[in-house]
């Protein structure tokens, strides 16, 4: 398979029947898609597109369930739609963003997956009210996106959960005004969240995908108005346990994809914000490397280093 999900682009040609997009538009691809037809992009309340909704499984085009990669001959399959490293790729229109042209594309290319994801967490499902407190539980590129837009609704104190001390400074940039490390404290971290704030935080985002921090950022979450939103994505075999009485006692529990931002329809706007200097994205663009460092870029990653990289293919 050729990965890669993260990317921004110039269409190059288009096939038979595309009319939403032509040569020379600047786009940002996008692992989920928007048919515009189906009950969920019909519906204000989804972007779980029926046909184009993110399948890790699929390595082929959905028109003809064929590849449109090859080496010697051997067909080369696709990744959840976009494989996008490699200068040239395929996709479905579906999964296609037109955006403004004059946006740098070495700079809203992270805007295509990870921190739209973070921001809508906040601004589109958490929806903190002004002066509210939230949590963020896990300080990586999509937690920083989280608080940053927990920052753009007006919350008055952000509280930053890592067990990567080191995030901490970074952090305060994204408006996180507070911490707590988890290995820092006997008790549950839920507990500690509820002596902060007098009972318990107003929202919180979860963005690690670890099942004991799902649970916690509901728990952390104060009676009777509380919304815990979940953003990462669990190991398979995990289950979600906690006494129902947490429900009963008014807190909410809601889950979002990408953000709950269509991708053709929303996308154009998140990059309007960052034309506007409403939202930076700069500062989440720690490292740049060429293609043919991408093992530095995967090499940061898995240490924690550096928020984003960005990958330059070179001519």
């Known amino acids: 398979r050729i990965f890669g999900h993260e990317a921004g682009g110039i269409v190059e040609s288009v096939g038979e029947g595309v009319t939403d997009v032509a040569p020379g538009d600047h786009v940002l691809p996008v692992f989920t898609g928007e048919c515009k037809e189906c009950r969920h992009c019909k519906s204000a309340e989804s972007n779980m597109c029926d046909l184009l909704r993110i399948n890790t499984d699929r390595g082929v085009m959905i028109s003809d369930g064929k590849s449109r990669f090859s080496i010697d001959g051997k067909p080369i399959f696709h990744f959840v739609g976009t494989s996008t490293f490699s200068e040239y790729t395929v996709m479905h229109v579906g999964c296609v963003a037109k955006i403004n042209p004059e946006a740098p594309l070495d700079k809203v290319c992270v805007l295509s997956c990870g921190i739209s994801t973070g921001l809508g967490a906040s601004i589109n499902v958490a929806k903190p009210p002004k002066g509210s407190t939230v949590a963020i539980f896990g300080l990586g590129a999509v937690g920083l996106a989280a608080a940053e837009g927990a920052r753009i609704a007006g919350a008055s104190r952000i509280i930053g959960i890592d067990l990567n001390a080191n995030r901490f400074e ?12 988890p290995k820092d404290h006997t008790k549950p971290v839920q507990e500690v969240l509820a002596e902060m704030t007098d009972g318990g935080v107003d929202r919180s985002v979860e963005c690690t995908g670890n099942i004991n921090a799902m649970i916690q950022a509901f728990e952390c979450v104060h009676d009777g108005w509380g919304v815990a939103v979940l953003v990462g994505v669990p190991h398979k075999d995990a289950e979600f346990k906690t006494h129902p009485m947490n429900f009963l006692n ?16 929303d996308l154009p706007n998140v990059v309007e914000m960052y034309m506007k200097k409403e939202l930076e994205v700069e500062k989440f663009i720690t490292h740049s490397v060429t293609f043919s460092e991408i093992n530095k870029a995967f090499d940061l990653m898995a240490k924690g280093e550096g928020i984003r990289c960005i990958i330059r293919m070179e001519h």
């Not at 008014?250 to 329809?265: A, D, H, I, Q, S």
């Open 250 to 265: 008014e807190r909410t529990l809601k889950g979002t994809f990408f953000g709950n931002f269509k991708p053709r329809t």
């Open 170 to 181: 970074e952090a305060r940039k994204f408006g996180c005004t507070e911490f707590v490390n």
